[in-house]
């Protein structure tokens, strides 16, 4: 079976990466592993990743922290693994830029899955980064990069240039959650702190704009507790 992309597993429990080998080989992925963030981290400055299976509870650097590291360099799909299933957890990792969240046990069926369509969306997610001087449509809302103008339903919307930026950057990543912190991060090019309001202010005003009824948004969606997405 030809590969179809490399895995990183990054875990310290030896029977969590042999059962994951079994199934992850028989699908063609090429796998890499560690059993910490440290040695995580060096692998991927070494190889290309397609996704990142990443263990919460880790000595030397635990997940979340090696998230937070891989985060400064990389958007390679992050999948978390943890024995904790309290929702804040899961909230906790995927603010800080985990793209999933699997709770252990897990089947192993179930999270080949998850890792297929992390992939289809870093792909995509990949070709359009590539053409970025083009133009992205989502349904009738149309984004052009390159004259920066946007148009909902064939009526050009006058956005400021930080409103147009977080629509770019949501639309690059449609259909992904950005967190509020990354998005202040990347938009604003300085680090988050307590800036949540300020994001939230700049979301409602470009929900008003391309937003039919901006109570019962139709593309930008808030993930609770999380942050935002563009759905298409």
């Known amino acids: 079976m030809a590969p179809t992309g490399t895995i990183l597993i990054v875990d310290d429990e030896q029977d969590i990466i042999t059962l994951m080998q079994i199934y992850l080989l028989n699908e063609g992925y090429r796998l890499l592993t560690a059993s910490n963030g440290l040695e995580a981290i060096e692998l991927l400055s070494l190889h290309p990743v397609d996704v990142v299976i990443l263990?919460?509870?880790?000595?030397?650097?635990?997940?979340?922290?090696?998230?937070?590291?891989?985060?400064?360099?990389?958007?390679?799909?992050?999948?978390?693994?943890?024995?904790?299933?309290?929702?804040?957890?899961?909230?906790?990792?995927?603010?800080?830029g985990a793209d999933d969240y699997v709770t252990k046990p897990f089947?192993?069926?179930?999270?080949?899955?998850?890792?297929?369509?992390?992939?289809?969306?870093?792909?995509?997610?990949?070709?359009?980064?590539?053409?970025?001087?083009?133009?992205?449509?989502?349904?009738?809302?149309?984004?052009?990069?390159?004259?920066?103008?946007?148009?909902?339903?064939?009526?050009?919307?006058?956005?400021?240039?930080?409103?147009?930026?977080?629509?770019?950057?949501?639309?690059?990543?449609?259909?992904l959650v950005m967190s509020i912190e990354r998005i202040y991060e990347e938009v604003w090019q300085e680090p988050y702190v307590d800036s949540k309001n300020t994001v939230m202010v700049h979301i409602r005003k470009l929900r008003e704009k391309i937003e039919r009824d901006p109570q019962r948004p139709r593309y930008i969606k808030t993930i609770w507790g999380i942050g935002y997405k563009l759905e298409s």
């Open 107 to 175: 089947n192993p069926l179930e999270l080949v899955a998850r890792i297929k369509s992390q992939i289809r969306r870093y792909n995509r997610y990949r070709n359009d980064r590539s053409r970025d001087d083009g133009q992205f449509e989502i349904d009738d809302l149309v984004v052009n990069v390159s004259t920066h103008k946007v148009s909902v339903d064939g009526q050009e919307v006058k956005l400021t240039p930080r409103e147009f930026a977080i629509l770019h950057m949501l639309a690059v990543n449609r259909d």
């Open 55 to 96: 263990d919460v509870m880790m000595p030397h650097l635990d997940g979340i922290e090696t998230c937070i590291q891989i985060r400064k360099n990389s958007d390679v799909p992050v999948i978390m693994l943890s024995a904790k299933s309290q929702d804040i957890d899961k909230i906790r990792g995927l603010s800080i």
